[in-house]
């Protein structure tokens, strides 16, 4: 971590700058923030609000020195929790290299800068991270014709950021460009901008472009498709009529993705629907039971179906049904008991036994969450502090702040400032 002496930095913390590790965090290396944390975690002096002020001062150091495309996916991570780091994404965007771009595009997405003038600037500018500045910016209809040629920009930053403002600012004009893009476009993200997009704008021409990419698509895209089918304007154009299509007669993810859209939007066809999940919970495939025991609702009848499920699951579809019973109060404390149980093994079920009863709140688990803090792989270590948070462990998760992983540092400093 170098060195910062940014005059923007003391602004940023001047509510907490006589916290010792807020200025480890802002102005010394990671050996000498590791040893504040542990001094401070050792003291118990780590709680929710000493963590987000740390957890904001690792964050704003990480956009401002990062460099390279390693920084620029950083910043780009911070999305969930924008808001506390938007001085050091001001400062940082005043630059003109990759990341500034990235900041740039947050501050946009937050409404925090004005689209037009930056449109205007870079709309043909060399570099493609700030092309892609020009594309999320162009939302006015004066710009559409060219943010339609972005949706072909040779780099794929360009294209997602040209959707994502189609996505915003919606144009009927749009729906040839964006089935192409849906249809064409060899990253996942832009087809399903495309498809959001084209569901969005709905009426009969969407809808019948959503379906003609059906036989197109592979799996993921056909979720995204039934999404965009379940959207409002595509819904009253024939979405119904085709989600229910797709829960009745197709197969796989995608019809019991459409049975749970026609459950969250439809009303009038929830007694399809529900019959539908019933029935991939009791027969379909592994996947097709995770996705409906996901889905299903917790009425009577349904809390029945699973707690059969739960009878003849394997152990990671069992532990699946009985974070859903924790839903259900009369089922609380015996889906706990049994989630404690598996908690306690090996193996994949167990793992997720573990996550569940984090997401619950449930305080058992932290042990294991605190000595996973100590794995060789960063994974490991970043599920387990972003769990321990879960947990309201602040004090244990703050010890990641100094990771040796700048990606691990991040991740756990966004999910403290968003908690």
């Known amino acids: 971590m170098p060195r910062l002496n940014f005059g923007f930095v003391l602004l940023l913390v001047s509510a907490c700058a006589t ?41 704003a150091r990480e956009v401002y020195s990062g460099v390279g495309p390693g920084a620029a996916a950083r910043i780009r991570s911070l999305r969930a929790c924008t808001p506390p780091v938007i001085d050091a994404l001001e400062a940082r965007s005043s630059r003109q290299d990759e990341p500034a771009a990235e900041a740039m595009l947050l501050l946009l997405a937050n409404g925090r800068v004005e ?58 004009l749009d729906k040839d460009a964006l089935a192409e893009a849906a249809r064409l476009d060899p990253d996942a993200q832009c087809r399903s901008l495309a498809a ?36 409002r304007a595509a819904l ?9 299509h797709i829960a009745e007669s197709e197969h796989g993810i995608a019809a019991i993705a459409a049975a749970g859209t026609l459950l969250r939007v439809d009303p009038e066809s929830s007694a399809q629907a529900k019959a539908l999940l019933s029935r991939a919970i009791t027969d379909g495939s592994a996947d097709e039971q995770a996705l409906a025991i996901t889905l299903a609702p917790l009425d009577p009848a349904f809390v029945q179906t699973l707690k059969k499920a739960e009878r003849d699951a394997d152990p990671e579809l069992r532990v ?20 404690r149980s598996e908690a306690k ?16 709140g449930d305080r058992s688990v932290g042990p294991r969450f605190v000595e996973a803090l100590g794995s060789k792989e960063w994974q ?38 968003g908690s």
């Open 19 to 59: 916290i010792p590790t807020v200025d480890a965090a802002l102005h010394h290396d990671l050996m000498t923030l590791r040893r504040s944390i542990a001094a401070e975690q050792s003291h118990g002096e780590i709680d929710r609000s000493r963590a987000g002020k740390i957890a904001q001062a690792v964050a």
């Open 115 to 172: 689209p037009e003038p930056l449109a205007k600037r870079y709309e043909d500018a060399d570099s493609g991270a700030w092309r892609a500045v020009a594309a999320r910016a162009s939302l006015t209809p004066e710009r559409y014709l060219k943010r339609r040629r972005y949706f072909v920009d040779p780099d794929q930053r360009v294209r997602r950021a040209a959707l994502e403002a189609a996505l915003e600012a919606p144009s009927p």
């Open 196 to 231: 959001r997009t084209l569901g969005t704008i709905g009426g009969e021409a969407g809808v019948r472009a959503l379906i003609d990419l059906w036989e197109h698509g592979d799996a993921d895209d056909r979720v995204v498709l039934v999404e965009a089918l379940g959207k």
């Open 236 to 244: 009253a154009a024939g979405g119904r009529t085709e989600l229910l």
């Open 320 to 339: 699946a049904v009985l974070a859903r019973l924790l839903e259900v109060p009369s089922e609380r404390t015996r889906a706990f008991t049994a989630l």
């Open 345 to 360: 093994g090996q193996g994949n079920s167990a793992d997720a036994a573990r996550d569940a009863l984090a997401r619950a």
């Open 380 to 417: 490991v270590r970043q599920g387990a502090g972003l769990a321990l948070v879960s947990l309201g462990d602040y004090s244990h998760a703050s010890l990641l702040l100094a990771d040796d992983d700048a990606n691990v540092r991040v991740a756990v400093a966004c999910g403290i400032l």
